[in-house]
């Protein structure tokens, strides 16, 4: 490197080899196994997309499903907006990343500065590696997301205690046209006995679909942020289609104490 070349300050893998591999050419055959296992979509592509964060063993098989609807697109979506909870630091609002790009064992990912110095504008949105260091809900979505679109810039929020207008906010101003694709991740319920977590997460995905905003902890994990976009969704009248529907017990075999996971998918703006 010359003295007049910039460093890259990038986002390391946290949970590469723990909730997904770290080898390159196993992640690449694991991903395309689940996605060749789904069907091919029939809809248009969506603007948005609702996706399960848990080991690959997991909740592969259902964020396969989601990312399903994006093969073949490579190219036309240039920038992915990438909305995850929060789960080993306290955040108060939405934080970004103070970062060039995000690594993962298939390459170099990088953050789109321009748009996350205009979020860093709006109240209740700040600048923080600390959420961001471990965190496994924005980290497990970007081998699918490479996989399917090749090369995008990334736009990473980790969500903490924030109104869905703030978060229906955040998403609206850097929303975009056909080129920008939104994904929220986020589980469903969490350690239920199997029938009971069908149960629940049978009804949390009516409530998705039916584009209802006031979701709560026992049902997603990610619940601030969906109710968030499902008020973004009415306002800009978009349709929900649920994709996938199961839990850990459905994927693991242990149906002792499950995980929902469930992906949808929004369109029409």
């Not at 499903?65 to 490579?74: E, Q």
């Not at 994927?251 to 703006?269: E, I, K, Q, W």
Request: charged letters at 20%; proline letters at 8%; hydrophobic letters at 40%.
């Amino acid at each position: 490197m010359t003295p007049t070349e910039p460093v890259i300050r990038s986002r390391l893998p946290a949970v590469a080899g723990l909730f997904y591999p770290d080898d390159p050419y196993e992640l690449r055959a694991v991903v395309r196994s689940y996605l060749d296992a789904v069907p091919a979509p029939t809809a248009d592509r969506p603007k948005a997309l609702i996706v399960p964060h848990a080991g690959y063993v997991y909740s592969g098989p259902v964020a396969a499903s989601a990312y399903r609807t994006l093969v073949g697109r490579s190219g036309s979506i240039e920038r992915v907006v990438l909305a995850g909870p929060s789960h080993r630091v306290p955040v108060a609002g939405i934080a970004l990343p103070d970062v060039a790009a995000f690594d993962t064992p298939l390459g170099r990912i990088p953050i789109d500065t321009a748009t996350v110095q205009r979020l860093l504008e709006l109240p209740g949105v700040y600048a923080s590696n600390l959420p961001h260091r471990m965190e496994h809900s924005l980290e497990v979505q970007l081998p699918f997301l490479q996989m399917t679109l090749g090369d995008f810039s990334l736009v990473p929020l980790a969500v903490g205690d924030a109104a869905p207008e703030a978060v229906a906010g955040v998403l609206d101003a850097c929303w975009g046209g056909p080129e920008t694709l939104v994904v929220v991740s986020t589980d469903l319920s969490h350690y239920h006995d199997y029938d009971n977590a069908r149960r629940v997460d049978a009804e949390t995905a009516r409530a998705i679909v039916g584009q209802a905003d006031d979701l709560h902890d026992e049902q997603a994990c990610g619940c601030r942020l969906l109710n968030g976009l499902m008020r973004l969704a009415r306002r800009r009248q978009l349709r929900v289609a649920a994709l996938d529907l199961r839990n850990s017990g459905d994927t693991s075999g242990d149906t002792a104490r499950v995980v929902g996971y469930g992906a949808f998918a929004l369109y029409g703006d």
